[in-house]
């Protein structure tokens, strides 16, 4: 089986402070489907933005799609291939509309606009989300928000999904439909949450961050955090 992301030995710190990451390391497979916790603070999203170059750490590797990844034009080719949806929509969306939005990545890569139309209508349709196609993005609720983040990634048909906290905001009926829509999707795919029964219902290894080290979550009951 390819291995789509290999982590290595990551060490990372913001400036001035103490580091985040200090010897973190984490390998993805095509078709698996992990997940990562952690406490508040313990680098988690850090750890989704260097996986596409929007970080880069002071020591370590990342080997991506089988290639080292180290300066801006490698990870233009990984975020290709790599969809992250942002912890926070507003971060992801800018657009006036939502089908703006939507079609902003599609048309990026080139293709033109008839075919990045039906990538618009398909990819809201898959999500249920065909009645917001006109709306204003800035004025829609939060958990509104968070699926056309998710909608703007899967429209770029990415090998790989890096979901931040995709359960933020959601009510209990959309989070459901959430995990339906991810199990039927063929991505590898990152979840990181503090969502246990989230994690659990969509992917398939755990993991966690602690002290900037990343181990094997054990999971002793139902509700283990
Ligand atoms: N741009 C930044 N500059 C300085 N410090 C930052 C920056 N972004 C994050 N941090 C700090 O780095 C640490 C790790 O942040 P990160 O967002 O990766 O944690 P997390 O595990 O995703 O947290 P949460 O569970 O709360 O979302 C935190 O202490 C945070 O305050």
Redesign the pocket.
């Known amino acids: 089986m390819p291995t789509l992301f290999e982590l290595s030995g990551l060490r990372f710190a913001?400036?001035g402070?103490a580091p985040?990451l200090r010897d973190a390391s984490l390998g993805l497979d095509a078709g698996e489907r992990i997940a990562l916790t952690?406490?508040?603070?313990?680098?988690?999203?850090?750890?989704l933005?260097i996986m596409v170059g929007l970080l880069r750490p002071q020591v370590g590797t990342v080997v991506a799609f089988g290639a080292p990844r180290r300066n801006e034009q490698d990870f233009h080719e990984v975020r290709q291939r790599a969809g992250l949806v942002f912890?926070d929509p507003d971060d992801q969306l800018f657009c006036p509309t939502v089908a703006e939005d939507i079609a902003f990545g599609p048309l990026n890569l080139g293709k033109s606009k008839t075919e990045v139309l039906e990538v618009v209508d398909r990819t809201l349709d898959r999500l249920q989300l065909g009645h917001l196609r006109d709306r204003v993005t800035h004025k829609l609720s939060g958990g509104e928000k968070r699926l056309v983040g998710l909608a703007t990634v899967l429209a770029m048909e990415p090998d790989v999904l890096l979901l931040?906290?995709p359960t933020n905001a959601l009510d209990e009926a959309t989070r459901a439909r959430l995990v339906a829509i991810l199990n039927a999707l063929p991505q590898a795919l990152i979840v990181?949450s503090?969502d246990a029964h989230f994690r659990r219902k969509v992917t398939s290894h755990q993991y966690r961050?602690r002290d900037g080290v990343i181990g094997a979550l054990e999971v002793h009951c139902p509700h283990a955090e």
Do not use: A, C, F, W
């Open positions: 913001y400036p402070q985040v952690g406490p508040n603070g313990s680098g988690k999203s850090t750890l933005h912890q931040d906290e990181v503090h961050i």
